[in-house]
């Protein structure tokens, strides 16, 4: 059974830094893409971060230089380290996962979590 549950959202000032993680069963990270997205009400899910097979990486345009996903193997977690927020990272953020290739379509992932808010206020 595939899970994903994350978790590290909160309220925080611009320029501080959080890190958000997503715990997963049922998947090992090292044989997967594990991708965060983010959504604002009325708005599109973006795609905002991913991981292949545990090694390769890719950002989107808004994440690219302040924002950095990574693995923990000893607890099966993606951590996607937020830094220098900005009021226009406000959103819900999710973790998705699949099999094979990654790609920064949503529909794509197969298993989704139920997403953690964070908060940037200026």
């Known amino acids: 059974q595939e899970a994903l549950e994350e978790s590290g959202g909160g309220s925080v000032q611009a320029g501080e830094s959080l890190r958000l993680s997503c715990a997963i069963s049922?998947?090992?990270?090292?044989?997967?893409?594990i991708a965060w997205f983010r959504q604002v009400p009325g708005k599109e899910r973006e795609g905002v971060a991913w991981?292949?097979?545990?090694?390769?990486?890719n950002y989107g345009d808004s994440a690219r230089g302040r924002f950095t996903i990574s693995p923990d193997s000893a607890k099966n977690t993606v951590y996607l380290q937020m830094d220098s927020l900005q009021p226009g990272d406000t959103a819900m953020y999710y973790c998705?996962?699949?099999?094979?290739?990654?790609?920064?379509?949503?529909?794509?992932?197969?298993?989704w979590g139920q997403g953690t808010q964070v908060t940037v206020s200026s």
């Open positions: 998705a996962a699949k099999q094979s290739y990654c790609s920064w379509s949503r529909n794509d992932y197969a298993s």
């Open positions: 049922g998947y090992t990270y090292r044989r997967a893409c």
């Open positions: 991981i292949y097979n545990g090694f390769g990486t």
